[in-house]
């Protein structure tokens, strides 16, 4: 039985050879996002969801941590504010382990998300901080794909709503 456990846990991590993190390595990424959030004004208390494109750009501080920043701008897809647009834009701090096939990490930051008022006409642009954690296929030095989930917390009025919620997944191509 533990020689199957072992098995799997090979199959897992993957066989091709492990990518490991270095310092001053650069990565482009692009990606889609689904950003959900509830705004909890009342009468207008509402649920919102919204697609949205986003580019980034990462940099290896040493082996374990990264700077990161984003920019991302899509719309509103929900029945109440279709089409409504919505721009984010976060800096962040990363700490990966990067050792394997799969590189898991955790991240912090703040930033800005700016969102068209569907419901009573006025756009709103609220600073945020956020908490995420996230995956990267990284079967070579040269590419990766990720998998993220943010947890993001107004800063400026939080009682008008709660989240957003994001969740990501990008194509990275790395430059050293």
């Known amino acids: 039985m533990w020689l199957a456990r072992i098995t799997l846990v090979i199959l897992l991590l993957g066989s091709s050879p492990a990518a490991r993190a270095e310092a001053d390595e650069s990565a482009l990424w692009a990606g889609l996002q689904s950003v959900g959030w509830t705004?909890?004004?009342?009468p207008s208390a509402s649920s919102s969801m919204a697609m949205a494109g986003v580019l980034g750009v990462r940099y290896g501080v040493d082996d374990f941590w990264e700077l990161a920043a984003q920019l991302g701008?899509?719309?509103n897809v929900s029945e109440s504010a279709r089409g409504a647009g919505l721009g984010i834009a976060i800096l962040e701090a990363r700490y990966t382990i990067d050792a394997l096939t799969w590189v898991p990490w955790v991240c912090a930051g703040v930033g800005a998300i700016g969102r068209d008022g569907a419901n009573d006409g006025a756009a709103r642009l609220d600073?945020?901080?956020h908490f995420g954690v996230g995956t990267?296929?990284?079967p070579e030095r040269d590419w990766g794909l990720s998998?993220?989930?943010r947890v993001h917390s107004p800063l400026t009025d939080p009682e008008r709503s709660s989240g957003p919620v994001e969740l990501t997944v990008a194509y990275a191509w790395y430059l050293d």
């Open 136 to 138: 990267e296929y990284r």
């Open 73 to 75: 701008g899509g719309a």
């Open 39 to 42: 705004r909890a004004e009342t």
């Open 147 to 149: 998998f993220s989930a």
């Open 127 to 129: 600073m945020i901080a």
